[in-house]
Each structure stands twice: as structure tokens, then as C-alpha cells.
């Protein structure tokens, strides 16, 4: 073999090291900054009470939001809070307690963990029979998936 020829090898083993070298330097810092940039970007500590599931859905999984409150004879119970995309949606049922058709708004408060409140949502509550359920629905547009717990009000 010629001393070029060997040149030319050496050579391209060199550059062969650096551009593998510098693929993994790459790799490994862009998956450390991406880390960082999730958290970075959206300034929010870290979620307590969320589990996020396979599609991207954020699930609170605060035992505080399953408790039961009243307000007027009505029932607030079940509630489950999801925040996807640009939406937060509070799911849960409103039990008649009283005798009489219940027709009207009420307001739930959603709470952080150090009582704090996060958002008040009116929900309108039409028609409901003593004793009977309904479901009720109510959604913003900003994230709460991390709320701790909640009030009712009139």
C-alpha cells in the first residue's frame, strides 16, 4: 500500500470517529434539552395530582375531587377532571336530594393544593326530578388538570 493510500484511510477513519462522535453528542444533548424544554416553556411546577395517559390526556387523580359536596339540596359527586389539547373538561353527576324539581346554576370552584383558587365554572343545572341524577358538564379553555379540590356555591 502506498503512504497516500494509507493517508487517505487514516484520514477517513478520523472523520468516520468525529462525525459518529458528534451524532451521539447531538442525540444525547437534544433529548436532555428537550426535557428541559418542556419544562422550561410552559412554567408549571410539577403536577402533584396528574397522570397522563397514552393519547396526551391529562387525568387528575385527586382523591379530594371524588368527595361528595352539596349545595341546595343538590348532590355533587364523581367528579373527573381532564385537560387535552386546549380544553379542560369537568365531568361529573348532580343528585336531587330535596322534593321538588331542581332548575339553576351553581358554581364549582376549582382549588390547588394550597387553597388557592384556580377557576370558578358556572354550571347550569335544568330540570331535575327529586331524587334523580343528571350528568353534569362544564369546561374552560385553560389547563387545571392539577386542581386539588373543589367547592360548590350558588
Given amino acids: 500500500m502506498k503512504d497516500s493510500e494509507k ?11 468525529v462525525i459518529i462522535g458528534g451524532i451521539t453528542l447531538l442525540t444525547k444533548n437534544k433529548g436532555g434539552n428537550a426535557n428541559q424544554a418542556g419544562g422550561n ?22 382523591e379530594e375531587l371524588h368527595k361528595t ?18 380544553e379542560t373538561l369537568l365531568l361529573g353527576k348532580v343528585t336531587n336530594t330535596t322534593s321538588v324539581v331542581q332548575t339553576k346554576v351553581i358554581k364549582i370552584t376549582l382549588i390547588d393544593k394550597t387553597g388557592k383558587e384556580l377557576e370558578t365554572l358556572p354550571v347550569y343545572v335544568e330540570g331535575v326530578k327529586p331524587g334523580e341524577s343528571t350528568e353534569l358538564i362544564a369546561s374552560c ?3 387545571y388538570a392539577n386542581a386539588y379540590d373543589f367547592r360548590v356555591s350558588k
Fill in 41 to 62: 416553556e410552559t412554567n408549571t411546577p410539577e403536577e402533584e395530582f396528574v397522570n397522563v395517559l397514552e393519547d396526551g390526556t391529562k387525568l387528575n387523580v385527586s
Fill in 141 to 143: 379553555t385553560l389547563d
Fill in 7 to 17: 493517508k487517505m484511510i487514516i484520514i477517513l477513519i478520523i472523520v468516520a470517529v
Fill in 69 to 86: 359536596k352539596v349545595v341546595d339540596g343538590l348532590e355533587i359527586s364523581d367528579l373527573q377532571l381532564t385537560q387535552k389539547g386546549n
